[in-house]
């Protein structure tokens, strides 16, 4: 069995950088997509990026491109998400997320209803 946990979430204000990391404990050798979620009290939950760990695709949604990174390491039991030039409406709780199964088309990977496995959430507060 494997679970998730997040951390590195905080207050910055804008402009400002936060990492935030996602353990993954277990039997984590079948994983095919990790991925970061964020959710706030009036939207959805949508996906912030992703990645592939069997080439190291990455995907992101486009409001993000540019500030964020999403990375693993060399074992690929740890992900991380390198947040930069922070705005206010990046507040959320981000949840990181994993996915057992087979390759998905372009434009999937984002999609959080593909995603087998959720964090408890590490909530992140970006103040003007």
């Known amino acids: 069995q494997v679970q998730l946990k997040e951390s590195g979430g905080g207050s910055v204000q804008a402009g400002g950088s936060l990492r935030l990391s996602c353990a993954a404990e277990g039997r984590t050798a079948d994983i095919h997509y990790m991925g970061w979620f964020r959710q706030t009290p009036y939207k959805e939950r949508e996906g912030v990026a992703a990645?592939?760990?069997?080439?190291?695709?990455?995907y992101y949604t486009d409001s993000v491109k540019g500030r964020f990174a999403i990375s693993q390491d060399n074992a690929k039991t740890t992900l991380y998400l390198q947040m930069n030039n922070l705005k206010p409406e990046d507040t959320a709780m981000y949840y990181c997320a994993a996915r057992w199964g087979s390759t998905l088309r372009p434009g999937y990977a984002l999609n959080r209803n593909v995603y087998n496995l959720w964090g408890q959430g590490t909530q992140v507060t970006v103040s003007s």
């Open positions: 990645v592939s760990t069997v080439d190291a695709v990455t």
